[in-house]
């Protein structure tokens, strides 16, 4: 009977050795992670709230384009003074890598997908495909590394989408219309 219990231990355990459920595929389907191979763009969407809650940054990357750019209005505390900022897509990563490292949880409890008409680029010869979401965006410190943080964001984003020379699509632009509580 021991023996047999043993067998058995060392059948599942064998089985398992290869397979490390907190590594996520970078790209792909994968087993336990519900990463999309970006073929459409609303599953580009699907992986970037994927990569936000998990504070995946690598999947977080593989959604951007190139040319990214990020545009946000920036709310100062000057009373009546806004100012839209626009990001390209370094910075962003760096921003988003720091976002991800300052919390131990990022829930995105609302997350409402609307397709938008499509959008043609005279620059680039090619048709945009348009995304606007309304989220509600929370980033909680649980364990206190920064003072116990918790922020809130609800509002729309607007998406542009286009299929990148390797045929997947990823997101071109990224315009963010919330407002932040806490």
Not at 75 to 102: C, H, K, M, W
């Amino acid at each position: 009977m021991i023996k047999k219990s043993l067998y058995i231990i060392l059948i599942i355990v064998s089985g398992l050795s290869c397979y490390n459920p907190f590594s996520p595929p970078e790209v792909g389907p994968g087993f336990m992670a519900p990463v999309a191979s970006q073929t459409d763009p609303d599953s580009v969407l699907k992986n970037f709230k994927y990569a936000y809650e998990y504070r995946d940054i690598i999947t977080y990357e593989n959604c951007l384009d190139q040319g990214f750019l990020f545009y946000y209005i920036d709310q100062t505390d000057i009373p009546g003074q806004l100012l839209e900022q626009r990001i390209e897509r370094s910075v962003d990563v760096e921003r988003t890598r720091r976002v991800f490292n300052a919390f131990d949880e990022i829930l995105l409890e609302t997350w409402d997908v609307f397709a938008l008409p499509s959008e043609y680029d005279s620059t680039t010869q090619e048709e945009l495909k348009l995304r606007q979401v309304g989220f509600h965006l929370r980033l909680i410190d649980i364990d206190g590394d920064y003072n116990y943080e918790h922020l809130e964001a609800n509002g729309f984003a607007k998406f542009k989408l286009r299929r990148s020379e390797d045929g997947f699509w990823r997101i071109v632009y990224w315009q963010d219309n919330s407002i932040q509580g806490q």
